[in-house]
């Protein structure tokens, strides 16, 4: 599982309230990544971490924002939950500039949004 | 902007026939090419990669260029094979590895 794990792995939540999702890995890998997956779309990126405190938006960054103080954690917040915002998200890291497109995912977060 | 299309969303065969899953991909640049599967239960994880032109589990996929396609293909299906697959690009370079994947094909392979 390369030492991957998301919390929560599961949340239902309301309209306009915030939340917030983690992903912590062991194994001290610079790349980290947050998708969502919803049917028709398959996987989107959110947004991505080549470091600590460093990151970038993804294709469908709007509503999200991501914050990466420590190598191991990697939080994904909803300021303001949607409806269009239930989906699963999952986190992925990569091992290194050698294992690039080779993506770890975790076992995902499953959100729902009343 | 790069852009992976997976025409089938669902795709059912019987165990023992071939089974081709259709990826096409529109990028500017030059292509690396993945294909992942998400098993029931278990967690996305990486098939096969175009550069490495392996087999695994006895699926292949041939990247061509002309067609700009990348379609996983399996001569005899086997019922363990049913399974959510997604095929990606990876843009970026290898500095960030950004995978835009496509909308993903359900196998269903019947006994």
């Given at each position: 599982d390369a030492g991957i794990t998301q919390s929560p792995r599961?949340?239902?939540?309301?309209?306009?309230?915030?939340?917030?999702?983690?992903?912590?890995?062991?194994?001290?890998?610079?790349y980290m990544y947050w998708y969502?997956?919803?049917?028709g779309h398959g996987l989107r990126l959110i947004h991505y971490s080549y470091g600590v405190k460093d990151t970038d938006k993804g294709e469908v960054s709007d509503g999200y924002?991501?914050?990466?103080?420590?190598?191991?954690?990697?939080?994904l917040t909803l300021e303001s939950a949607t409806s269009s915002q239930t989906s699963v998200?999952?986190?992925?890291?990569?091992?290194?500039?050698?294992?690039?497109?080779?993506?770890?995912?975790?076992?995902g977060s499953r959100?729902?949004?009343? | 902007a790069q852009r992976v299309t997976q025409p089938e969303k669902l795709l059912s065969v019987f165990k023992g026939a071939p089974v081709e899953l259709k990826c096409n991909y529109s990028y500017s640049g030059s292509p690396e090419l993945f294909w992942y599967v998400q098993y029931s239960r278990q967690r996305l994880q990486l098939l096969l990669r175009h550069i490495s032109r392996e087999s695994i589990k006895g699926f292949t996929a041939d990247l061509n260029k002309g067609?700009?396609?990348f379609h996983l293909k399996k001569p005899?299906?086997?019922?363990?094979?049913?399974?959510?697959?997604?095929?990606?690009l990876m843009s970026g370079g290898t500095s960030y590895g950004k995978l835009t994947f496509g909308q993903g094909t359900i196998l269903t392979v019947h006994p």
């Open positions: 599961h949340k239902v939540t309301e309209t306009g309230t915030p939340v917030t999702l983690r992903c912590h890995q062991t194994e001290n890998h610079r969502r997956q919803d049917p924002s991501v914050s990466r103080s420590k190598t191991e954690d990697f939080l998200y999952f986190c992925a890291i990569r091992r290194g500039p050698s294992f690039a497109g080779e993506l770890f995912f975790g076992e959100l729902t949004v009343l | 067609e700009t396609s005899f299906a086997q019922e363990e094979d049913s399974a959510m697959y997604y095929c990606a």
